[in-house]
């Protein structure tokens, strides 16, 4: 086995042992920003959190991202083929799960507590609307609008782009970073979310890397010093301008250092699979999908009832429910997701797109 080989061994041992991460780092987003504290000077605990739950946990999205690209591309089945796997993989859960929320919006309506979609109630839905409640509940707002299960809006944008792959190839190919450059500049200077520019910038991003038959791992190993290094002060930076400074241009930077995170995890987690088994962990690699999925109902509820029922709680203490709710949540869903691949496997796979 030659050196190329091995190394490319090594980027997808990291990339399985990063999928979880990821996914944690998922989770705290949606407990940091799905529910608001009530009003009041919370600034330790946003302060505090700040790290966890946009830092790290905006990182997410672009990686896998990333990671789609750089696969999608490495992989030498035709587009046909890979387009078939997509379906399975993407497209089935996806129209599974939008379901199953739209079906209980419908089941609410009919025992009498009809609920407002983006500012509509359910009631007033006609074929249309539930037709594009599948790609948007409602609210596009320049492409950051979100399909019936709001994490899935990662999963929408990923099919759209595998679609697009073949405009993707040549462009990136024939551009020589340029586009890349564009990319990257157009999703700095875009504020709020930024879905289709975060999407179209990191899935190019990693088929530039398969396209360029380059291994980012190899890369990161080469530059490793001056990699953690950037990754220091762009940390720094980011904490710094967000939370003591109150920096206006701290988007810019916050989003810089999400793009050198992501390259810095994947070295990280390739050095820690070289010391521990945990990361290589096949429970978690496998249920990573499920708790994406499933891990936002819960984010809902359960961090509604922290806010309802601790209202005058100090910071200290949100900051104590925030961690606490991101280890439940996610130890609920690990929980339910070996329980049903011994009770019924079969939905585990088709729900999952065939990872179980």
Known sequence: ???????????????????????????????????????????????????????????????????????????????????????????????????????????????????????????????????????????????????????????????????????????????????????FVWWLSTHHNAMVQSSLLFFSLGAYFSIENTNPLTFMKRHSKMCLTLWGICFVADIATHTVLAFEGNLIIHRVSLLVNIFAFILITDLCIKKSKFLNNELLSKSSFWIFTVHYPLVIVIRSACVKYFANGSDVLHILLFFVSVGVITLICIMAYQILMKIWPLFIRITTGNRG
């Open 1 to 183: 086995m030659n050196n190329n080989k091995i190394e490319f061994k090594s980027l997808s041992a990291a990339i399985n042992g990063l999928r979880f991460p990821l996914i944690l780092m998922i989770v705290m987003l949606h407990c940091y920003s799905s529910v608001k504290l009530p009003a009041g000077d919370h600034s330790f605990f946003f302060s505090f959190v700040y790290p966890f739950g946009l830092w790290m946990g905006e990182t997410g999205v672009p990686a896998f991202f990333f990671i789609s690209g750089f696969l999608f591309f490495f992989s030498q089945k035709s587009y046909i083929r890979k387009i078939k796997s997509r379906f399975s993989t993407l497209f089935v859960p996806y129209v599974i799960w939008n379901s199953v929320i739209l079906l209980a919006y419908v089941v609410l309506m009919f025992l009498g507590h009809p609920q407002d979609i983006a500012g509509k109630s359910i009631s007033d839905y006609g074929i249309t609307d539930y037709l594009l409640a599948y790609v948007n509940r409602g609210q596009w707002d320049h492409g950051n609008g979100v399909p019936m299960l709001c994490p899935y809006w990662y999963v929408r944008n990923l099919l759209l782009l595998c679609l697009a792959s073949p405009v993707v190839y040549y462009i990136v190919k024939w551009s020589k970073g340029i586009v890349l450059i564009a990319l």
